[in-house]
């Protein structure tokens, strides 16, 4: 998921760039490129609001097992992410969420059943990975 169309389109050429060529960008539902029905492509990018995305995700029961995010720093957006993703019924069992912050953005060490493994530091920047708690299904 990502808002800005600029962003979009970097991560299209990035993903080219690794050999992934089958990327179908979604506005909304609305498809920017014709999708073949028979075939699901590798990376589907939707270009909408995080928040307003995961309540639709929510809403249509889609699940995921990787949950990147990358907000920007300084807006507590990474912390809300947590709560929504903790609130959700959208992660597959197992999943793996990876959130990049700033040093300053403090997250917690459990939401939920969401608890963090690992935190990477790198300067100023922080990679936080979270995983399900042991005993939740």
């Given at each position: 998921?990502?808002?800005?169309?600029?962003?979009?389109?970097?991560?299209?050429?990035?993903?080219?760039?690794?050999?992934?060529?089958?990327?179908?960008?979604?506005?909304?539902?609305?498809?920017?490129?014709?999708?073949?029905?028979?075939?699901?492509?590798?990376?589907?990018?939707?270009?909408?609001?995080?928040?307003?995305?995961?309540?639709?995700?929510?809403?249509?029961?889609?699940?995921?097992?990787?949950?990147?995010?990358?907000?920007?720093?300084?807006?507590?957006?990474?912390?809300?992410?947590?709560?929504?993703?903790?609130?959700?019924?959208?992660?597959?069992?197992?999943?793996?969420?990876?959130?990049?912050?700033?040093?300053?953005?403090?997250?917690?060490?459990?939401?939920?059943?969401?608890?963090?493994?690992?935190?990477?530091?790198?300067?100023?920047?922080v990679l936080s990975v979270y995983l399900k708690e042991s005993g939740?299904?």
């Amino acid at each position: 998921v990502e808002k800005d169309p600029r962003c979009i389109k970097t991560i299209e050429e990035n993903l080219n760039h690794v050999g992934i060529k089958d990327v179908v960008v979604v506005d909304y539902g609305l498809s920017h490129r014709k999708i073949d029905p028979g075939k699901q492509p590798q990376v589907t990018v939707i270009q909408a609001d995080i928040f307003k995305a995961l309540l639709h995700f929510n809403e249509t029961k889609s699940r995921f097992g990787i949950i990147i995010a990358d907000p920007p720093y300084g807006t507590d957006h990474a912390r809300k992410i947590l709560i929504k993703l903790a609130m959700y019924d959208i992660l597959k069992n197992p999943f793996i969420v990876v959130i990049e912050h700033s040093e300053k953005d403090k997250l917690p060490d459990k939401e939920g059943n969401i608890i963090l493994l690992r935190q990477y530091n790198y300067g100023a920047t922080v990679l936080s990975v979270y995983l399900k708690e042991s005993g939740h299904e």
